[in-house]
């Protein structure tokens, strides 16, 4: 198979671009006031560069290893299906894709990976940054659950790594505060998870935040009714109820949020 093009660096040029639409469009202008922006968005790339460089690094081998034996070993749903490549592809990837969907709803219905997750829904202001806020914990989680779902599928390691270039500039345009026009993200909407639809998984209202899990197609939600609109997209009020408290926004506090006490 080719290569592909390095998905790190694809998504440091998107998230870059994203970053300047926000300033030039912004869906919330209040977010731009000055001074308000970098020391909002340095917590959430740190706790991200430590997720994809640390955590990263240490799962990949693993990844590679498991794959690797899976496949020289006959052994996964699609190598058992034994599709055509042009079929396979487009196959895997769908596939994956809604098991993102059952995992990202898994976070939110099982206590003990909803404690990790809602730091990704405390963060109080949602922009392009928000899309790499996620904890240690929740990363470390999604990669055993992968080591383990990865093979049984069949996916390929060429395969995972295409969806994933797919994935990350679909979640950091839909985490953005770019102001797209109704029509566009509408438009959007009919094919990939839009900032609106997103923005509504974001909001403090639970029966919105239970909502709208899709990560790329947002067929999933349509799918399996987990699907919201609203009429007035900037009423929304970001981040969780329980924690707004400023303490809770702090590099510390973002990295102790899993462990305080008075759970949901
Ligand atoms: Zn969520
Ligand atoms: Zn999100």
Redesign the pocket.
């Known amino acids: 198979m080719d290569a592909l093009p390095n998905k790190t660096f694809t998504a440091l040029i998107v998230l870059t671009l994203l970053w300047f639409l926000e300033g030039w469009i912004p869906f919330f202008s209040e977010f731009n006031q000055s001074g308000k922006r970098l020391p909002h968005a340095w917590k959430n790339l740190a706790v991200g560069a430590f997720n994809a460089l640390v955590l990263g690094g240490l799962f990949a081998g693993t990844m590679v290893l498991l794959v690797t034996k899976a496949q020289g070993a006959g052994f996964g749903l699609l190598i058992w299906l034994g599709l055509p490549t042009w079929l396979e592809i487009p196959l895997a990837i769908l596939i994956f894709d809604a098991w993102m969907y059952l995992w990202?709803r898994m976070?939110?219905i099982v206590p003990f990976f909803w404690r990790f997750?809602q730091v990704?829904?405390s963060d109080p202001r949602m922009d392009v940054t928000s899309a790499v806020r996620f904890h240690p914990g929740e990363i470390a989680l999604s990669f055993l659950a992968r080591f383990i779902v990865v093979p049984l599928l069949g996916v390929t390691l060429w395969e995972l790594a295409l969806y994933e270039s797919v994935l990350l500039p679909v979640i950091l345009l839909h985490h953005s505060n770019v102001d797209l026009s109704d029509r566009a993200d509408a438009a959007l909407r009919w094919v990939i998870v839009s900032p609106n639809m997103h923005r509504i998984?974001?909001s403090d209202l639970q029966p919105e935040?239970d909502s709208n899990?899709s990560s790329v197609f947002s067929w999933w939600d349509r799918m399996f009714r987990s699907y919201r609109k609203r009429e007035d997209y900037r009423a929304i009020r970001y981040g969780l109820e329980n924690l707004t408290d400023s303490k809770w926004h702090t590099l510390k506090g973002i990295l102790e949020t899993p462990f305080r006490r008075n759970e949901k």
């Open positions: 990202h976070n939110h997750h990704h829904h998984h974001h935040t899990y």
